[in-house]
């Protein structure tokens, strides 16, 4: 028995979004107006969460804003390499006369 072929019909409208002050969901991120200027040695380890493909950390930036990064997300001069129930690893872009390295926040003791 062959599959019943789809019926003809008229084309649906296309559909134009609407942002109404929203950010359009289909264009890139850019973490703030100039992503290679934000040190991750200014940002804040808020927490860690796990999600589907594994843990997530929850840092905050100097100007109050957060951000949701997993292993390999870029953020400012850093990239992370690495998260724990406790801290998140980045490696460190050189810069200038400073040579590439490591730098491991971990979540405030309570």
């Known amino acids: 028995m062959r599959p019943k072929e789809p019926e003809t019909s008229k084309a649906l409208p296309p559909i134009a979004y609407e942002p109404k002050g929203r950010r359009d969901p289909f264009t890139p991120i850019f973490l703030g107006k100039d992503n290679a200027a ?3 040695s200014a940002v804040k380890l808020t927490g860690v969460v ?6 997530m950390a ?11 990064l997993k292993p390999g997300d870029a953020l400012g001069d850093g990239r992370v390499t690495g998260i724990t129930p406790t801290s998140v690893t980045f490696a460190v872009t050189a810069r200038g006369s400073q040579s590439a390295s490591s730098l491991t926040l971990r979540l405030p003791e309570n």
């Not at 929850?58 to 949701?68: N, Q, R, S």
């Open 38 to 40: 934000l040190s991750v």
């Open 50 to 55: 796990g999600g589907r493909g594994g843990l």
């Open 58 to 68: 929850l840092v905050e930036a100097p100007d109050g804003i957060g951000y949701i």
